[in-house]
């Protein structure tokens, strides 16, 4: 069975299920950035929770290997479509906790601590193949908007001091960590350091973020206004270690704030 025909057939028994309320393809499908190693991800919109069974009894007409019910990363089900090794990824999402969401970043503003926009991303990015009220499409259309001024500020605002300017910034944290040789340590900050780093960047150039994967090229391919040296900088952190690893975050930071300057943006 094609690709195609195993979510035709999801969609249709899914959409039999009266709290399902749209249904949509999202990840690299839906973005143009599928590879060999992407899995097929569908997001299922409901007003109300489905139960565990309900969804098993679906999801054996096509698979014999999966797991129902994980909430590790929210209310989903991963399975291995029958006689492939393709992997399903099915999330299921309030819609009203999208609603909220997509509210707080469109009409609220609400900067946070990396991946700001990844859901208004998601939402507007979306193909939608079922949509019993129109409600989904109705969210999409609000997500089709210019990037807002105070939410590009908010960001930088929210992530640009804890990146090396603050008493808890991420250099100073890494830098305490260099010193008792803490390399988890080191790791889980760096790790954060990069995620507010990516957050700026996407903001400035006004584009909602694209979320966690394929980040360096779609920076160098998408985004007009980037540090000098981008790429280069960003790797040498991960390819010299943490010997330079203060000097290369020291380039990152200024090279990054001579930009924000050049934009005007209050840093």
């Not at 899914?14 to 991800?41: C, F, H, M, Q, W």
């Not at 098993?56 to 089900?77: A, C, F, L, P, R």
């Not at 803490?182 to 990069?194: E, G």
Request: net charge negative; hydrophobic share 35%.
């Amino acid at each position: 069975m094609g690709m195609n025909m195993v979510v035709y057939q999801l969609v249709n028994e899914y959409k039999r299920i009266p709290e399902v309320k749209a249904i949509t393809l999202a990840g690299s499908g839906a973005n143009g950035r599928k590879d060999n190693y992407s899995d097929i991800d569908i997001d299922i919109i409901v007003s109300k929770e489905i139960d565990n069974d309900r969804r098993t009894q679906i999801i054996k007409k096509v698979s014999d290997y999966m797991e129902v019910g994980n909430d590790y990363w929210g209310d989903g089900d991963e399975f291995l479509l029958r006689n492939s090794d393709i992997q399903v990824d099915i999330t299921y999402f309030q819609i009203n906790w999208i609603k909220d969401q997509i509210s707080n970043i469109l009409d609220r503003n609400i900067a946070c601590i990396g991946y700001t926009t990844c859901f208004w991303h998601n939402v507007k990015n979306a193909v939608i193949v079922y949509d019993r009220d129109g409600v989904f499409t109705e969210l999409q259309n609000k997500c089709k908007i210019a990037y807002p001024e105070k939410l590009k500020n908010n960001i930088v605002k929210k992530n640009y001091p804890i990146l090396r300017r603050g008493f808890s910034s991420y250099y100073n944290q890494i830098t305490k960590a260099l010193r008792r040789n803490d390399l988890v340590s080191i790791n889980h900050r760096l790790s954060a350091f990069i995620a507010s780093y990516f957050d700026i960047l996407f903001a400035i150039n006004e584009i909602p973020h694209p979320g966690e994967k394929k980040l360096i090229d779609i920076i160098e391919n998408q985004c007009n206004i980037k540090p000098e040296n981008f790429k280069e900088n960003l790797e040498k952190v991960f390819i010299e270690g943490n010997d330079k690893i203060l000097k290369n975050l020291d380039i990152i930071v200024d090279n990054l704030e001579v930009v924000l300057r050049k934009e005007n943006i209050d840093i």
